[in-house]
């Protein structure tokens, strides 16, 4: 199965075609197609995890297995697709069918009804087919393609309720902002291949990179470029900006978004080119570099715009992007595999907390926290797996975040990033702290919304208790003595060195992180249950009112990007474009107009009404003159007609006589 | 000796085409054009009998036989004439003057 481990971005990919042209005549509209394909997958998926495992470690490592097929090969240039497959992408192979399975039957129920239920399930197995194809890429270019389509299906479902004017807004700011990413991308790919020598592989590209055959300014512009790439799709600081307004989709794919697809890819692409981020930031020199700068940045800045928001899916997006930035930051301390494990452990959770508050807006009609309360009596199964969910989300022992999390800070303090560790610990904090405020708005106090909220059918609820059980236990994979996961994922370039070095568990920093986000929970909980908070602090502090306008302005950058960089931009190249519209194209116009209409006249005076024209006439004149002297010979005596022919006769005769 | 007969035949063939070009009558017309064939056979017959060859006999008969055949078809068209108009003078069967 590893050898055809292509099959499994295939199935997704043929259901789609398949749902768009059949799925509106089947009974169940085409879901039935995209749950089968994807379930396909997933068995496929888990197959090639327990191939992958049981592979022999012989030299250490497990070996990756490759195909490729050349589609064309041009002066040495080898252009075509292939699969890698090692214990990266078995893992993404896994998690990504798995919550794709999930959050199409998922769909059947929250989708129900919808007006373009068969185009959903399409774009939403496109998206998936998408992502897998990214993710089994063995070159950078057919990752780039891979990544691309992600990009596009992201737009399509976001966009997907587009007759509201908000939606198509979201999706088109959430298109241009990665778009802007990508363009690094491109050229960092660019970059790559010609520092590489002109090879697109990338097994090839990180075994350059690590063992000096690329020089490191190359891969320093190489992975500067990338990461451009991976600030856009991971929604990194500062382009983050396009993932909360991205909760105008719909709930399902917002789950899909944050948890296995889109998001996940920039955070998978520094993992599979480790070896070109790990040389080109220099990240083994410890201290700070580019990659954890951004990172750490990311964590602290969206926990703090988590508190302040209303919406509860805006909540989960910010606690998204602080997570990804744990990964990335995990990624720039060099702590690979706990950046990888991370995001193996967030995709569950943050699935389940996205299907769980999908449940809650299909209860009470309204995404905001403000309409919700109390909503524990009405709904048990939402309550108890969404409080897992938020559990392992905060870090708390032993559910699946403590454990990843935990690496993390290890990770950072083992490989000397101190900083980072610190920053580690103040989001675990944050993220104990917010979380804790939005389940105690959701589900503890009385109804505040409108109507009688009920439990979701079962399509929709029995995800949610299966989520649940990877999001409590996931984390036990790479929990001390019992952890095999990093043994199973890991980055490893055959006849490079090693540059990852595992790290013992580290007791005292788990128990202070713990401690950290228990008290995250605890003063939070004090503050709304029993309005501990200080009574007009926000009135009497000056300093506490700014920071919280400066929080519900979310730092001001989106109008910073739109006032700043947009409008600077766009007002002058209006303003040009408009004179030149004036000025040139329609002077272009108006003159061609013009002068046209005066050749046209000239010909229709002179060539048509003179020379076309007086040729017909001419000739039916002609003819009919002719007609009138020759009539006169017709005279209808048949002797006439026999002396012109004696007459004509005798003539050729003389002629004869003569000429001979 | 070949001489006279084609003197013969021409005076013959001349009085056909006078007969032809200048009598109002339909039948005579019809009798001047077998007084031009017949010259006309005169003259084959001679020039066969002249060159020792029956070539020439052989297109004689021919030419009798269509001339019979001519003369039939020719005074039925005239019968018709007379029945239509009564009367058989070319100069009046004029229908397709333009």
Same mark, same amino acid.
């Given at each position: ?44 998926? %888990? ?67 919808? !007006? ?11 998206? @998936? ?10 070159? @950078? ?7 691309? %389509? ?48 002109? +090879? ?50 719909? @709930? ?8 296995? @697809? ?6 998978? %692409? ?79 959770? &943050? ?12 209860? #009470?009609?309204? +995404? ?8 524990? &009596? ?58 804790? !405020? ?37 984390? %036990? ?89 947009? !409008? ?28 046209? !209409?005066?050749?046209?006249?000239? #010909? ?57 | ?98």
């Amino acid at each position: 199965m590893l050898k055809n481990a292509w099959l499994i971005p295939l199935l997704p990919a043929i259901s789609s075609v398949l749902i768009l042209a059949v799925g509106k005549r089947l009974p169940g509209k085409g879901h039935e197609i995209g749950i089968g394909a994807l379930g396909l997958g997933f068995l496929g998926s %888990l197959v090639c995890a327990a191939e992958w495992i049981g592979k022999s470690t012989e030299g250490g490592h497990r070996e990756a297995v490759t195909a490729h097929a050349t589609w064309i090969k041009l002066a040495g240039v080898d252009i075509g697709a292939g699969i890698h497959i090692d214990g990266l992408a078995v893992m993404m192979l896994v998690v990504v069918t798995f919550i794709s399975l999930l959050v199409h039957v998922y769909s059947m129920g929250y989708m129900h009804g919808d !007006r373009r239920y068969t185009y959903f399930f399409a774009a939403l197995s496109l998206f @998936t087919a998408s992502m897998l194809l990214l993710v089994v890429a063995d070159n @950078t270019l057919q990752l780039m393609i891979g990544w691309e %389509l992600v990009g596009l299906c992201s737009f399509m479902l976001i966009g997907h309720w587009w007759e509201e004017g908000v939606n198509s807004s979201a999706a088109i700011k959430a298109m241009m902002t990665t778009r802007f990413g990508d363009v690094g991308l491109m050229i960092g790919v660019i970059i790559l291949f010609f520092a590489a020598g002109r +090879n697109f592989n990338i097994e090839h590209l990180n075994h350059e990179a690590l063992t000096g055959g690329i020089s490191h300014g190359l891969l320093l512009a190489g992975a500067a470029c990338l990461f451009l790439g991976v600030m856009g799709k991971s929604a990194q600081f500062p382009l983050h900006v396009w993932l909360p307004d991205a909760m105008a989709g719909p @709930t399902p794919v917002s789950a899909l978004i944050h948890a296995a @697809t889109m998001v996940v890819a920039g955070v998978y %692409l520094v993992a599979r080119t480790y070896g070109v981020f790990f040389e080109g930031f220099s990240i083994h020199s410890g201290g700070i570099n580019l990659v954890a700068l951004i990172g750490g940045i990311t964590v602290l800045m969206a926990a703090g715009l988590a508190f302040v928001q209303d919406d509860v899916k805006k909540v989960l997006a910010y606690s998204t992007v602080s997570q990804l930035g744990y990964m990335v930051m995990a990624l720039g301390c060099g702590a690979w595999t706990a950046g990888v494990f991370h995001l193996f452990t967030h995709a569950f959770f &943050k699935a389940l907390l996205f299907l769980g508050s999908g449940s809650l807006i299909h209860a #009470v009609h309204s +995404n905001n926290m403000s309409e919700m309360g109390g909503l524990r &009596k009405f709904m048990p199964t939402t309550y108890k797996t969404f409080v897992i969910g938020s559990l392992a989300l905060a870090g708390i022992f032993p559910l699946a975040g403590f454990w990843s999390k935990d690496e993390i800070l290890n990770g950072a303090r083992a490989n000397e990033f101190g900083l980072f560790m610190v920053v580690g610990i103040v989001g675990a904090f944050m993220t104990a702290a917010y979380m804790t !405020r939005a389940c105690y708005l959701i589900f503890a106090g009385e109804y505040r919304g409108h109507g009688h909220p009920h439990e979701s059918p079962p399509s929709m609820k029995w995800p949610l208790v299966i989520l649940s059980v990877p999001a409590a236990l996931a984390g %036990l994979l790479n929990a001390p003595f019992i952890g095999v996961f990093h043994k199973w994922v890991e980055f490893d370039v055959p006849g490079a060195p090693e540059i990852l070095h595992e790290h013992a568990f580290n007791f005292p920093l788990a128990i202070a992180s713990s401690a950290v986000a228990v008290l995250g929970a605890t003063i939070a909980y004090r503050a709304y249950a029993h309005n501990a908070w200080p009574r007009g602090a926000m009135a009497r502090t000056p300093a506490l009112a700014a920071g919280y306008r400066i929080l519900v302005n979310k730092y001001y950058l989106d109008e910073l990007f739109v006032n700043g960089i947009v !409008r600077k931009i766009q007002y002058p190249i209006a303003g040009f474009a408009y004179w030149v519209n004036q000025h040139v194209i329609d002077g272009i116009v108006n003159g061609f107009g013009t002068n046209s !209409r005066k050749v046209a006249n000239f #010909v229709y005076d002179n060539i048509d009404q003179k020379g076309v024209d007086g040729l017909v006439n001419g000739a039916g004149a002609g003819a009919e003159a002719g007609g009138r002297s020759l009539r006169r010979t017709q005279t209808g005596q048949v002797q006439q007609y026999a002396a012109y022919l004696f007459g004509a006769a005798a003539v050729l005769a003389v002629g004869l006589v003569v000429l001979t | 000796m070949l001489n006279q007969f084609l003197m013969l035949a021409a005076v013959i063939f001349c009085i056909g085409v006078y007969g032809v070009l200048a009598r109002k009558n339909a039948v005579l017309v019809l009798m001047s054009i077998e007084l031009m064939l017949n010259a006309v056979n005169i003259n084959l017959i001679a020039f066969g009998a002249f060159r020792d060859n029956v070539i020439g006999q052989v297109f004689a008969l021919f030419v009798i036989a269509i001339a019979a055949a001519e003369v039939g078809v020719g005074l039925a068209i005239v019968l018709l004439i007379f029945r239509n108009r009564a009367n058989i003078d070319l100069d009046q069967a004029d229908l397709m003057k333009g």
